[in-house]
């Protein structure tokens, strides 16, 4: 692998402006004011990044409805043990809240030795004690509503951290018991998460439940922007051929605070033998002087002549692993920065695991879970005193077509790419789509650039403090209902999110040199949104297809313009804001015709054109030509539904013959519906 193929995808800067970390008179940070001011909602839906301060908020949200709204007591819920220390003692009244954070230690389950079948009988002794929180699994919590029925919770504050486990698949026992809860409505609930998509098919909550919940939005753009120390994010995948330990030191600087995700055993990336990974990562590093008896760690002599602390928990050796477990919780981790250098992990430190000083997650193979992506990027963007960048790093094997699993290759290769077109839009500000039309006017506390507001233009404005652009588009259809209103204000990403895990889109947006982009910003996305929303109707469905091209295809538009300047220095210190400004004042015009007509994944293809060998570019192109779909009778009934959008607006219907591509697939899709006709009609 050569080091040209070294390029981040995206690269993200940020304010330090100290807000998100600065507390108010009550001890809040901005995210958890934000939630505090929803305390007497009955349903509250928290959607926050890691590190942005979930758990205290619910603190403060759950002492409020104890003291104040007449809730008896509070159970959380964490999906593994190592968790439910984030709801440890706090001293809140000490930073001037009115109440203390008081768990006694019987009551954190997560804690107490034994399995969760012999605790839930802890549950129901906690329901008639005096006191008012308990902290256990999500298994436990599951179990103890399958033994005590959800009657037992009435009056209760149920508080669901890393809301994303949960799913509205009927097999899903968290997810089915929450439903029961919303329907009987009985209890409070307070569901936390850093990434509500998770990486299957299904959603958290079907769209009625979610209705109930009251969200409380915070984005990564607004965190980072808040931070003190951590200015640059960069997002990257990179490609190797061979064992991946032998071209880690061209990802991987030992000098940088990593944590090291190697690969799954079953993985095509994987070595064959977890330990022997490990030990080969450590030779790559340099010279192994031992095990410090004290905590575990590896000591190893770099080329450069420093000794670094090397943590592996990837070792299951009950020798071992506790030791170096017992060494990573101790609280020089979150004071010292020279604690430990380099954390090698497989399974482990991922979902709330807390080391401040992580400035790059490195993970080996392609990862299924975008979840699970946007969790492992949150190891890195805690802030930190002197830690001015993070990236992530997603090391991949390279598709080889000699390989018998080369479709397979490809499938993981596409993966990875759309992971990183999501943590884009996961990254970037919020969009605040409104339709250009006479009445169209300058919006308070809104930056329109040099020029101003523009009444004969498309306007693009940015407010600093809600870190949110204002864009005007010509022909935007706006939501009506309240349930597309939320999924254009809230939701874009998990709609961008299931259009980029889709593989056939992904795949033509590639590779198909004859594809027509309103195929896949029409066609394919609409579809997509029609089957995640079956209740919404047509008019609402491109409503919220539109919002969502329009911020999936601007930021990848931010992305071109950047990347087009030709200047290294300005790839690397030019913020998406600054991409997003330029193209707005770039474009000419800015309608939903012409956003439509942008192929969304072209500069993921110019990237990974860098990034990749011709040889094995060709491989990918030859596996996803091999699927190239001809027209079906679905595709073609929407083809014909936009054939007759078409002639309401322009007297005629598309004609085949047409030099404009989109015109004449509408009209091959009315002449298959005609063929069609026919050939029933003729037997």
Request: proline letters at 4%; a negative charge.
């Amino acid at each position: 692998m050569s080091k040209e193929k070294n390029i981040p995808t995206i690269t993200v800067n940020y304010n330090n402006n100290g807000s998100s970390v600065t507390s108010n008179e009550l001890g809040m940070r901005a995210m958890q004011e934000l939630a505090y001011e929803k305390r007497g909602e009955q349903y509250l839906l928290i959607k926050s990044p890691p590190a942005s301060g979930k758990s205290r908020a619910l603190m403060f949200i759950a002492l409020d409805k104890i003291n104040n709204q007449g809730v008896k007591q509070a159970i959380i819920a964490v999906p593994e043990q190592s968790i439910g220390s984030s709801f440890n003692n706090e001293p809140l009244t000490k930073y001037g809240y009115y109440y203390d954070w008081v768990v006694t230690p019987k009551w954190n389950l997560c804690n107490s030795p034994g399995e969760d079948g012999s605790k839930v009988n802890a549950v129901k002794a906690f329901f008639e004690s005096d006191d008012k929180v308990l902290v256990c699994t999500h298994a436990l919590f599951r179990r103890a509503v399958e033994r005590f029925g959800i009657e037992a919770f009435d009056n209760k504050l149920i508080a669901i951290d890393e809301f994303h486990h949960v799913s509205s698949n009927e097999n899903n026992v968290l997810g089915s018991q929450l439903k029961d809860f919303i329907e009987r409505d009985k209890v409070h609930i307070v569901a936390m998460t850093g990434s509500y998509f998770r990486g299957d098919a299904n959603p958290v909550l079907m769209p009625d439940d979610e209705l109930k919940f009251e969200p409380v939005t915070y984005t990564y753009y607004e965190q980072l922007s808040g931070y003190e120390h951590l200015k640059t994010l960069n997002i990257g995948y990179y490609f190797y051929s061979g064992a991946y330990a032998d071209d880690l030191l061209k990802v991987l600087n030992p000098e940088e605070k990593t944590i090291i995700h190697i690969p799954n055993v079953n993985s095509r990336e994987s070595m064959g033998d977890k330990i022997k990974e490990v030990e080969h990562i450590i030779e790559e590093l340099g010279e192994w002087l031992g095990v410090d008896a004290t905590t575990g760690f590896h000591r190893v002599k770099t080329k450069s002549g420093k000794i670094i602390k090397i943590a592996d928990l990837v070792d299951d050796d009950l020798s071992k692993r506790p030791l170096v477990q017992a060494a990573l919780k101790l609280p020089e981790i979150k004071t010292n920065r020279d604690h430990v250098d380099i954390i090698i992990a497989l399974g482990m430190a991922k979902e709330g695991f807390d080391w401040i000083w992580c400035e790059h997650a490195l993970t080996i193979g392609y990862r299924s879970s975008l979840t699970e992506i946007v969790q492992i990027i949150g190891r890195a963007t805690r802030d930190a005193p002197n830690k001015t960048q993070a990236r992530f790093t997603n090391l991949i094997a390279e598709v080889d077509a000699s390989e018998d699993s080369v479709t397979d290759a490809v499938n993981d290769t596409l993966k990875a790419i759309s992971a990183s077109l999501l943590m884009e839009q996961v990254l970037a500000p919020k969009f605040n789509f409104t339709p250009k039309n006479p009445q169209s006017k300058e919006q308070d506390g809104y930056d329109y650039g040099e020029g101003g507001y523009d009444p004969n233009k498309e306007n693009v404005g940015w407010n600093e403090e809600k870190g949110e652009f204002q864009v005007e588009i010509k022909g935007l259809a706006m939501p009506e209902s309240e349930d597309a209103k939320r999924i254009c204000k809230e939701d874009l990403n998990e709609v961008i999110a299931a259009f980029a895990q889709d593989k056939d889109s992904i795949g033509r947006g590639l590779f198909d040199e004859e594809l027509v982009p309103q195929e896949l910003t029409q066609v394919r996305l609409g579809k997509i949104i029609k089957e995640k929303y079956p209740e919404i109707d047509d008019e609402d469905i491109e409503a919220i297809r539109q919002h969502a091209i329009a911020a999936l295809n601007i930021t990848q538009m931010a992305k071109q313009s950047i990347n087009n300047e030709g200047n290294d220095n300005i790839k690397t210190n030019t913020a998406l804001i600054d991409g997003i400004r330029k193209f707005a004042m770039d474009v000419r015009d800015l309608d939903v015709d012409w956003i439509d007509s942008i192929n969304p994944f072209s500069e993921a293809y110019s990237i990974l054109s860098k990034a990749m060998t011709e040889k094995s570019l060709k491989a990918m192109a030859e596996v996803i030509s091999g699927k190239k779909p001809n027209i079906n009778l679905e595709e073609a009934r929407e083809l014909a539904k936009r054939a007759l959008k078409f002639k309401n607006e322009r007297g005629r219907l598309p004609d085949i013959k047409s030099a404009d591509p989109w015109e004449q697939r509408m009209a091959q899709g009315i002449a298959y519906l005609a063929r069609k006709k026919s050939e029933q009609q003729n037997g």
